[in-house]
């Protein structure tokens, strides 16, 4: 199911017979509580009679990407700050 923000940008939410929903693109965290109740209402639309509520909704993982406008030489800033992180060149894409 795609739910259209505010913003005109989409949330996608994945709906498992186990009862979970997992909402994909909601854009701040504490707008996911938001998005949770407009698909419960579309739920509960589609299926007359049925009570449902939201219950341990969670924000398990957000991820943000950011894109740089050159190349990152990864081996020379490895050399430069091996004791604060680590790489493991075999590990290809």
């Known amino acids: 199911m795609r739910i259209r ?3 005109g940008k989409t949330v996608a939410a994945l709906i498992f017979q186990s009862a979970r929903v997992v ?3 909601v854009p701040h965290p504490s707008s996911a509580n938001k998005m949770a109740a407009r698909v419960l209402r579309r739920i509960q639309h589609t299926h007359i ?3 449902l509520d ?5 924000v398990v993982n957000i991820v943000g990407v950011q894109t740089f406008p050159k190349r990152i030489s990864v ?3 490895f050399k430069k700050h091996a004791g604060m992180c680590t790489y ?4 290809r894409q």
């Open 5 to 7: 923000t505010t913003t």
């Open 54 to 58: 939201i219950h341990q909704l969670r």
């Open 75 to 77: 081996e020379r800033y």
């Open 49 to 51: 009679g049925i009570t």
């Open 23 to 25: 909402l994909t693109g």
């Open 88 to 91: 493991d060149p075999t590990i």
